[in-house]
């Protein structure tokens, strides 16, 4: 059974940092590009970052550009999201999920058949 559990969510000021994580579990993350998207109260589920299954590619939403960095550890079966000067608006819950095929120009929440639970971020003062 294919799973992901993300951690490292919590509580932040603006302009701080967190890094999370998603580990995965009863299958070989290397094999699969993963995404991380967030959803917000009242807001509809959008893309944050995606990275190739090499971690040779990877491809940011505008609104995150400059700020968060995907990574990816195979060794590890674990990508990571380090989210830096984070903002009130960056407050969602945050998923990642698996891909079993890539495009440079990006993905859809369809590519994606395996999500994890997620993890909360509030960036509050």
């Known amino acids: 059974q294919l799973q992901l559990v993300e951690s490292g969510g919590g509580l932040v000021q603006p302009g701080g940092s967190l890094r999370l994580s998603c580990a995965a579990s009863?299958?070989?993350?290397?094999?699969?590009?993963i995404g991380w998207f967030r959803q917000a109260p009242g807001k509809e589920r959008e893309g944050v970052s995606y990275i190739s299954d090499s971690g040779s590619s990877a491809n940011y939403a505008d609104f995150v550009k400059g700020r968060f960095t995907i990574s990816r550890d195979n060794a590890k079966n674990t990508v990571y999201l380090q989210m830096n000067s984070l903002k009130p608006d960056d407050t969602a819950i945050y998923y990642c999920a698996a891909a079993s095929v890539w495009s440079d120009e990006g993905l859809l929440p369809g590519d994606f058949g395996s999500w994890g639970q997620g993890t909360q971020v509030t960036v509050s003062s």
């Open positions: 009863g299958f070989t993350l290397g094999y699969y590009s």
